[in-house]
C-alpha cells in the first residue's frame, strides 16, 4: 500500500511538472516572439538611422547593444544580397547566412518583423533596414535559449524538491498509520502461519492483544478457536497415532477401497503381496494391480459389502507368481467403513498371506509319508535279512554239493552275486534309518558308494555316465548318517535334473577351507549336465519348502543338507547355468555344480557341545 502510495504521488507531481514545463515552455515562446519583434525592430531603425548619418560604426554598436540584452543570443546586419554586414553572437558561430534566413528574406515585410523557427529549435526575427525608400539590407535577431532553459530547470528543481518533501512526508504519515493497522494483521497472520504448519506446537499461543479495536477482538476471538482446535486435535491425534500404529504394524495386509474401486490406503505388508509400491497404490483399482482373476473375486467381495453393509469373511483365493514363480494362496476378508452411522464410505480389505502356512503342512504331510515310508523300508528291510541269510546258507551248501552239475554250481554263484546285492541294499536302508548319534572317521570311498548304489537302478534306466573321482583312503571324521543324507539328497535332485545320457561326476578330496587356509578337510564335488537353475531359483534353494518339483518334491532336502553342512562347519558354493532355448540339443552346454567342503574336525562332539552349552 505504502509503495502504491508513492508511485501515486511520483506519478501525480510528474504529470504536474510535465504540465507546468509545457505551460513555461508556451509562455516562454510567446515573450520571446514579442521581444525579437521590438528588438529587431529597435535595431532595424537604429542602423537606419545610422546610416542615415553615413556612421557604420553606430551600427556595429547598436548590433553590440542589442546582444547584450538578456534574451538576445545573436544580432546581425546583413545586405540586400544576404552577404553578412555586421555581427555580434554571445557563441562563436562563423559569419554567414544560414539557408533558413535566406528564405525568409523574400517574406520579410517593411512595417514589421518576421517571427520564424530555426533549424535548431529556437526563434529568430527578421526586419528589413529601409532609410527612406531604399533598402540597405535585413536586420536579424537570435533568441537565447539559454535563459529560458534555466529558469524552466529553476522551476522544475523547484517542484522536485517540494515533491521529494510531499512524498516522504506522506510516507512517514501513511507508514505511522499503517502501522498500528499491519503489526496486529502481521501477528494474526504469522499466528495463522504457525496453526497450520507447527499446529502441535502450542509455545506460540495465545497472541498478545496489543490493540483496542476490532483487529485487537479479532485476535482474542483467534485465540479461542485455536485453544478449542488444540482440544480436539489432541483426541483426534492419539486415535490417528493408534490407527497408523495398527496400520503400519499389523502383519496382515490392509486396504481402504472406496466406492469406484479405488485404492485410498494401503499398509506395506499389502505392497508387499503386490509387489508395487505403496506410493503407486492411491488412485488406482485393483485390476490395475493384482492378476484379472483375483482381482475380478475380490472386487466382488467388495461390491458385496457397499450394497449389504455386511462383512465377508475368509474368502480363499489361490494364484502364482513373484520371482522366482511359486504358488500362493491368500485368505481375503472385508468389511465396511462408516464414517456416519448410515453411510459406508470405504471398504477394508484384509488380506493375510497363507502360502507359507499351506505349504508348511502340505510338506509336514510328505514328511510323514515320508518317515512312515522310511520305518516301514526299515523295517521290511529288517524281516528281508532272516530269509535272505537262509538263502544265502542254501546256496552256499548247494555251491559246495559234489552232485552238482558246473552249470548249475555257475548259477548258483550268480545267485549268491544277486542276494549279496540284495543284503547291501537293505543294509544301507537301514543305515539311513538308524544313524549313529556319535560322530566317527568314515571311509569317503564306501560313503559315497553306498549312495550311488542306492540310486543304481535309476542311473541304469538314464543311462547316466558316473565320473568317481575318490581315493580308497580317503576318511573324514563326521556323522557319517547326516553326510550320506546330504550326498543322497544332491545325487537325487542331479539325478533329477538330468536327462538320458548325461554325466554325474562325484568328488573328493583333500583341500582348504576358501576362507581360513589354515582348516583343512575334504572337498567334496556333485556335478551333473541337467537342465540347470535360474539366478532367482538359485537364490531360494536352501529355503525351507522351496521346491520345484510341483508334486513330488517337499522343499526339505536342500534345507536340511544346509544345517548339515552347517552343524559340521562346512560351506556349500553353488554354480549353475542354462542352455539358451535356440541352442541346438547337440551342442547345449548345461548343468550345476554343488562343492562343498567339509572340516576334518576330531573334536566335533566336543564342539558342539561347547556350542549348545
Known amino acids: 500500500m505504502l509503495a502504491g502510495l508513492v508511485l501515486l504521488e511520483v506519478l501525480s507531481i510528474g504529470l504536474f511538472a510535465a504540465l507546468l514545463a509545457r505551460q513555461q515552455n508556451s509562455r516562454t515562446n510567446q515573450r520571446a516572439q514579442y521581444w525579437l519583434g521590438y528588438e529587431s525592430t529597435a535595431l532595424a531603425n537604429e542602423s537606419a538611422e545610422a546610416l542615415e548619418q553615413q556612421r557604420p560604426n553606430w551600427v556595429d554598436l547598436a548590433v553590440r547593444t542589442i546582444v547584450d540584452a538578456p534574451i538576445v543570443e545573436s544580432a546581425k546586419i546583413i545586405s540586400p544580397s544576404g552577404d553578412v554586414l555586421f555581427f ?90 499503517g502501522r498500528a493497522i499491519t503489526q496486529p494483521l502481521a501477528l494474526l497472520h504469522r499466528g495463522a502461519a504457525a496453526l497450520m504448519t507447527s499446529s502441535e506446537d502450542g509455545s506460540r499461543f495465545p497472541l498478545p492483544v496489543r490493540v483496542h479495536n476490532e483487529i485487537g477482538d479479532l485476535i482474542e476471538t483467534f485465540n479461542r478457536m485455536v485453544a478449542s482446535l488444540a482440544e480436539q486435535r489432541a483426541g483426534l491425534n492419539d486415535t490417528l497415532s493408534l490407527l497408523d500404529s495398527m496400520l503400519a504394524n499389523a502383519p496382515i495386509g490392509l486396504a481402504f477401497v472406496d466406492h469406484k474401486g479405488r485404492i485410498v490406503r494401503v499398509n506395506q505388508i499389502f505392497a508387499d503381496l503386490t509387489g508395487v509400491s505403496i506410493s503407486r497404490h492411491l488412485g488406482r483399482t485393483l485390476p490395475d494391480l493384482l492378476p484379472q482373476t483375483v482381482a475380478t473375486e475380490i472386487e466382488g467381495a467388495v461390491r458385496r459389502v457397499f450394497s449389504s453393509e455386511e462383512p465377508v469373511r475368509n474368502l480363499e483365493l489361490n494364484g502364482e507368481g513373484g520371482k522366482p514363480r511359486r504358488p500362493w494362496t491368500w485368505l481375503i476378508s472385508a468389511y465396511p467403513v462408516r464414517t456416519t452411522p448410515n453411510e459406508v464410505r470405504w471398504v477394508g480389505i484384509i488380506a493375510l498371506d497363507a502360502s ?72 544301507q536302508t537301514l543305515r539311513f534309518y538308524r544313524q549313529p548319534t556319535q560322530p566317527g572317521r568314515v571311509t569317503m570311498e564306501e560313503l559315497l558308494d553306498s549312495v550311488l548304489n542306492l540310486y543304481q537302478g535309476r542311473i541304469h534306466a538314464l543311462d547316466l555316465r558316473v565320473e568317481r573321482d575318490y581315493g580308497t583312503g580317503l576318511t573324514l571324521f563326521c556323522f557319517a548318517g547326516e553326510i550320506r543324507q546330504v550326498f543322497a539328497n544332491l545325487v537325487g535332485n542331479s539325478i533329477d535334473a538330468s536327462s538320458s545320457g548325461g554325466r554325474l561326476v562325484i568328488r573328493a578330496r583333500r583341500s582348504r577351507d576358501w576362507n581360513n587356509p589354515e582348516l583343512t578337510g575334504i572337498r567334496f ?89
Not at 116 to 140: H, K, S
Not at 369 to 375: E, F, W, Y
Not at 401 to 418: F, G, H, I
Open 525 to 613: 564335488v556333485v556335478a551333473d549336465t541337467g537342465v540347470g537353475m535360474e539366478t532367482d531359483v538359485r537364490a531360494h534353494i536352501f529355503e525351507a519348502f522351496f521346491t520345484t518339483k510341483e508334486v513330488t518334491g517337499t522343499g526339505l532336502g536342500l534345507w536340511v543338507s544346509q544345517e548339515i553342512i552347517l552343524k559340521h562347519r562346512g560351506s556349500v558354493r553353488v554354480r549353475s547355468r542354462i542352455a539358451a532355448p535356440t541352442t541346438a540339443p547337440a551342442q547345449k552346454n548345461s548343468g550345476t555344480v554343488f562343492e562343498i567342503f567339509i572340516p576334518d574336525d576330531p573334536h566335533l562332539a566336543g564342539s558342539m557341545n561347547s556350542a549348545a552349552d
Open 356 to 427: 507359507d502356512r499351506k505349504r508348511s503342512e502340505e510338506a509336514l504331510r510328505r514328511s510323514e509319508k515320508l518317515a512312515v515310508t522310511g520305518r516301514l523300508a526299515a523295517s521290511i528291510a529288517h524281516e528281508i535279512n532272516n530269509p535272505l541269510e537262509a538263502i544265502t546258507n542254501l546256496l552256499f551248501l548247494l555251491r559246495n554239493s559234489n552232485d552238482l552239475p558246473d552249470a548249475a554250481k555257475q548259477y548258483v554263484t550268480m545267485a549268491e552275486y544277486e542276494v549279496r546285492r540284495i543284503t547291501e541294499i537293505t543294509q
Open 88 to 177: 555580434r553572437s554571445l557563441k562563436k558561430e562563423p559569419e554567414e547566412v544560414s539557408a533558413a534566413e535566406r528564405g525568409q528574406i523574400p517574406l520579410a515585410r517593411r512595417d514589421e518583423s518576421r517571427i520564424f523557427e530555426t533549424a535548431n529549435g529556437g526563434w529568430e526575427a527578421i526586419r528589413p533596414v529601409y532609410t527612406g525608400n531604399d533598402l540597405r539590407g535585413y536586420a536579424l535577431v537570435t533568441f537565447d535559449r539559454s535563459a529560458a532553459r534555466q529558469q524552466l530547470g529553476s522551476i522544475l528543481d523547484d517542484t522536485a524538491i517540494f515533491g521529494a518533501i510531499w512524498v516522504v512526508a506522506s510516507a512517514l504519515l501513511v507508514l505511522l498509520m
